[in-house]
């Protein structure tokens, strides 16, 4: 088709563009300065605020449901590991190689495709809108959060992660917890103190060993991770304060509060969650966007990992070309082919989509 040859050529060299050109969390502005020059060379009006960029389709409709196209421009800085320039968008056999090429730079391009194909059409079944959104790595507050009161009343969203444009129907939240298990200090020698390290020991064993009584059907139990522990400071004094650091990937079975709350009904240090916004998510598969995918021969699972869909209080589904083992790693890729794919993708979904 030749429309679609065209947006996947114009998507291939934007891609290359974003790839050229740092955008860490919190320092997205020349690439949003790119994706500001290309809306505009396409003639699509849009809304900004910080970083972000949103627009809706020409025809708008406020009497239909609309659903929103969602992705992110920012990047993790680029590991050690890497054996070629992170920021060289260089293809080799197939492979656009660079730093958010994978995470998230195909969804991206393919979403804006997507969104550019029915921009200019009449008689939609329904509004569709689009966003690229800054601090999606770093979960930051300036992101896809900071809009979502500007973008109006919206019935469902894409997000964009790479799923090999398989569906990810449910995504766990996060909860990180900041943990403090109080003692006394006194000399090493001496019978002084209350050591906080042995009260935080019974506390440690307990995030290891506890399991929730409700798994769910699609991301099955929650885990829980202790991954940063702090205490003493020199070695003949008792420490009075134990410090650790608990990852908690939280399913659909409970919400965020519910954990907090359960957690801290068993542990007897103080718990300190550093934000209970990062809510786990899903859709039915009921649902039209997920029957449709579905009869286009796409897998459904539950992903452990956490993206805007988070921040979403509508049902929301994540797909996009690429594949999620691939990101945030050293010489990181996407597949041209899963590019022109992903375009091809999110079309025939939102084609086949009936409310």
């Given amino acids: 088709m030749q429309e679609i040859e065209k947006l996947y050529k114009n998507a291939v060299s934007l891609l290359k563009k974003l790839i050229a050109t740092p955008s860490f969390s919190k320092e997205e502005q020349d690439t949003f300065a790119i994706l500001s020059d290309f809306f505009t060379k396409s003639g699509v009006d849009f809304d900004t605020k910080g970083f972000n960029i949103w627009a809706y389709n020409k025809h708008f409709d406020a009497k239909k449901p609309t659903v929103l196209l969602n992705s992110h421009h920012d990047t993790v800085k680029p590991n050690k ?23 998230a730079g195909g969804c991206l391009v393919s979403l804006i495709s997507t969104f550019l194909y029915f921009y200019d059409k009449k008689n939609l079944k329904y509004n569709i809108a689009i966003a ?17 009161p500007d973008l109006g009343k919206l019935d469902f969203a894409i997000i964009g992660e790479p799923t ?17 298990a109080k003692g006394k200090s006194g000399h090493a020698a001496r019978e002084e103190g209350e050591n906080a390290i042995y009260k935080a020991l019974k506390d440690l064993e307990w995030f290891q060993n506890y399991q929730f009584t409700k798994a769910s059907d699609t991301l099955g139990p929650i885990k829980m991770t202790v991954t940063i522990i702090n205490a003493g400071s020199l070695h003949n004094v008792v420490p009075d304060q134990c410090t650790f650091t608990v990852d908690v990937r939280v399913t659909d ?7 907090l709350k359960i957690i801290r009904s068993f542990v007897s240090c103080e718990v300190v969650p550093r934000s209970i916004r990062l809510k786990p998510s ?24 956490t993206s805007d869909q988070s921040l979403l209080d509508i049902p929301s589904l994540k ?9 945030h790693t ?4 996407v597949y041209l082919k899963e590019i022109e794919e992903g375009i091809e993708g999110y079309i025939k979904m939102l084609e086949k989509v009936v409310f």
């Fill in 81 to 103: 590991s890497y054996s070629r320039d992170p920021f060289s968008p260089d293809v080799e056999d197939g492979k656009l190689f660079g730093l958010g090429s994978n995470d």
């Fill in 132 to 148: 690229t959104t800054a601090e999606e790595e770093n979960s930051g507050k300036g992101g896809l959060e900071s809009i979502i």
């Fill in 164 to 180: 090999l444009m398989d569906l990810a129907i449910a995504e766990k939240g996060l909860l990180v917890l900041d943990c403090y």
């Fill in 253 to 259: 079975a409970y919400s965020n509060e519910d954990v």
């Fill in 282 to 305: 899903s859709i039915p598969s009921a649902h039209p966007i997920v029957q449709a995918g579905i009869a286009l021969g796409k897998k459904t699972y539950g992903s452990p990992t």
């Fill in 319 to 327: 797909c996009g070309p690429g594949d999620s083992a691939r990101s």
């Fill in 330 to 333: 050293a010489d990181e890729f």
